[in-house]
């Protein structure tokens, strides 16, 4: 199979880098203050050498992840092909839009099951991370609103409340109805996306274990990156690690989730929803900005490289 990018791929991924460069000088031109040399000043290497062992399990919580939802949906897979599958995903996943191309990504490097379905196995990793980051996210964003004395304490506790309620309802429904086979049985029904999605048959075969390990990595996963970003900020700030230092990277993550992929590795767009919520707790914008771009680097800038030469240097 060849996997050398067409003209259009190679046109939209240079559009994706320039997107990405415009807007980093844009935020650098704008904050002018921003000093990147303060990553890798000897202060910060303590805590560098940290976010790097956050990194480590983060790898490790997410390659557990999926080679679990794997292992529940299609059968057992070496060590060795479950992590280029996964590194490769998340090269692929850096200059499509959406990062729908980590789905296929994965596939790229699976030879013994059928591209469809390892991407529906994708997806329900996907869908477990998605879950977690929203209610995360809701949860940080009733937080953010108390902080920022938006609304009345009463108004906020009612919202923890609501939020509290509708999350137990939601977890009672995903857990009794089998959500994932639940699904493929209304598309079952449908004869048209039976035969576009004939591979999604694999969805079937979750139960409540799947669906449970699925959030609680996810759980971990984002509480890893929470972490990352609270040492990081800590660090740039200058400050001794507080609660909404966390809570602000969790934010971040939650807005650029439900931006649109337009540049290589939302880079800027992670930046300028950091720099936001950073500023509204009281920091310099270039705390924010250092901390998600620190994060990049880390989380999405290695394994992609990672990724890309296990692409380039697998025999096919």
């Avoid at 980093?24 to 303060?38: E, G, P, V």
């Avoid at 009794?176 to 999604?200: D, G, S």
Wanted: hydrophobic share 55%; net charge positive.
């Amino acid at each position: 199979m060849d996997l050398s990018l067409s003209r259009k791929e190679k046109l939209f991924l240079l559009i994706k880098i320039v997107i990405a460069a415009a807007i980093m000088i844009y935020l650098a031109q704008k904050f002018r203050s921003i000093n990147f040399s303060k990553i890798f000043t000897r202060e910060n290497i303590p805590v560098m050498g940290i976010v790097f062992l956050l990194t480590g399990l983060n790898f490790m919580v997410q390659l557990k992840k999926w080679k679990s939802v794997f292992t529940d949906m299609l059968g057992e897979l070496s060590n060795k092909k479950i992590a280029a599958s996964f590194f490769v995903g998340v090269a692929a996943g850096s200059f499509t839009p959406g990062r729908f191309g980590e789905y296929f990504g994965r596939s790229l490097m699976i030879k013994e099951f059928p591209t469809g379905e390892v991407i529906s196995a994708s997806i329900v990793d996907k869908l477990a991370n998605m879950f977690i980051l929203v209610f995360s996210g809701l949860f940080s964003t009733i937080w953010f609103l108390s902080f920022t004395k938006t609304f009345s304490s009463k108004t906020i506790y009612s919202l923890v409340v609501l939020l509290v309620f509708l999350l137990g309802i939601l977890l009672y429904s995903i857990f009794r109805t089998k959500a994932a086979a639940y699904v493929y049985k209304r598309i079952e029904k449908l004869r048209l996306l039976k035969k576009m999605f004939f591979h999604l048959q694999v969805l079937k075969r979750t139960n409540n274990r799947t669906v449970f390990i699925q959030l609680l990595y996810s759980f971990l996963l984002y509480g890893i990156i929470a972490l990352q970003y609270g040492f990081l900020t800590s660090a740039f700030a200058n400050k001794p690690l507080e609660s909404a230092f966390f809570l602000c990277g969790i934010l971040t993550l939650f807005v650029k989730s439900f931006i649109p992929s337009i540049s290589f590795g939302d880079l800027g767009i992670r930046e300028s929803a950091s720099i936001f919520f950073i500023s509204a707790i009281g920091l310099p914008a270039e705390v924010g900005f250092l901390s998600a771009f620190s994060i990049f680097l880390f989380n999405i800038l290695l394994p992609s490289v990672i990724g890309l030469i296990l692409l380039l240097t697998t025999k096919r």
